[in-house]
C-alpha cells in the first residue's frame, strides 16, 4: 500500500491564483481530514469528510474548498491564494472516523507571493 | 468547539531525565485523546492515545494519563533518549480531531 500520498510537494503561487492540493489513500478509509501547520499554531483542522459525498468545516476553512466524490480522493482546492495561506498541508485518514489512529501524508509545502 | 491548550512549548532535557507534556481542553464530551510525534521534515505519527473510560496507558517508555474532572491529558516520556527530539502533539476528539499547538523536545547527550 502506498497509504497518504499528495501531490505536489512543493508549490509556489501569485497572490490570486487558484490551486488544487491532491490527497489520495489506498487503505479504504472512510475519514479523511486537511490540516494545515504553522510555525507555533500546531496543526489546525481546515475541512474533513466522514466518507464520499459528505464534508464538513474544521477550525479554519475559510478561503478553502473540499470535495469527495470517491473513498479514495480528497482534494482541496484554494480558490484565490493569499499570502497568509502559506503554509505546509498535511492531509490525513483514518478507517473509521476521527477516534482512531490518523495516518498522515507526507505533507505540501506552499508559498503565496 | 474544542479548544485545546498545550505546554510547555519547548522543553529542554537531559538524556536519561523525565519529560512531561499537558494538555487541557474544553468540551467535555470530548473522548479521545491521541498523541502525534512529529520529527523534522516528517509527517505526524502517533505514539499514543487513550480513550475516556480510561485514566492511565502506558507502552514502554511512554505513558498517558487523562483526568475528566480537570479535563487535562498528560503525556510522560521516561528515560528520555536523543531520538526523542522532535515536536509532540496532543489531540482531543469530538467530532472532529482538534490538535494542540506542540512542544518541542530537546534531549541532549
Redesign the interface.
Known amino acids: 500500500n502506498a497509504g497518504v500520498t499528495q501531490t505536489p510537494k512543493f508549490q509556489v503561487l501569485k497572490t490570486g491564483q487558484s490551486m488544487t492540493l491532491q490527497c489520495a489513500q489506498d487503505m479504504n478509509h472512510e475519514y479523511m481530514s486537511w490540516y494545515r501547520q504553522d510555525p507555533g499554531m500546531g496543526l489546525r483542522l481546515i475541512h474533513y469528510s466522514v466518507g464520499a459525498g459528505i464534508t464538513d468545516q474544521g477550525e479554519v476553512p475559510n478561503g478553502y474548498n473540499v470535495s469527495r466524490s470517491t473513498t479514495e480522493d480528497f482534494p482541496l482546492r484554494l480558490l484565490s491564494a493569499a499570502p497568509s495561506q502559506t503554509s505546509v498541508y498535511f492531509c490525513a485518514s483514518s478507517y473509521s472516523a476521527g477516534r482512531e489512529t490518523q495516518y498522515f501524508g507526507p505533507g505540501t509545502r506552499l508559498l503565496v507571493l | ?1 474544542e479548544n485545546v491548550e ?1 505546554h510547555p ?1 519547548t522543553l529542554s532535557v537531559q538524556e536519561g531525565d523525565s519529560a512531561v507534556i499537558k494538555c487541557t481542553y474544553s468540551d467535555s464530551a470530548s ?2 485523546f ?1 498523541w ?1 510525534k512529529q520529527e523534522l521534515g516528517k ?4 505514539i499514543i ?1 487513550i ?1 475516556s473510560n480510561v485514566g492511565e496507558k502506558k507502552d514502554q517508555r511512554i505513558a498517558v494519563t487523562l483526568n475528566k474532572t480537570a479535563k487535562h491529558f498528560s503525556l510522560h516520556i521516561t528515560e528520555t533518549q536523543p531520538e526523542d527530539s522532535a515536536v509532540y ?1 496532543c ?1 482531543a ?1 469530538i ?8 512542544t518541542r523536545l530537546l534531549v541532549s547527550p
Open positions: 468547539g498545550q512549548s473522548n479521545y491521541p502525534y509527517r505526524p505519527q502517533l492515545d480513550r502533539f489531540a476528539y467530532q472532529k480531531l482538534v490538535f494542540g499547538t506542540g
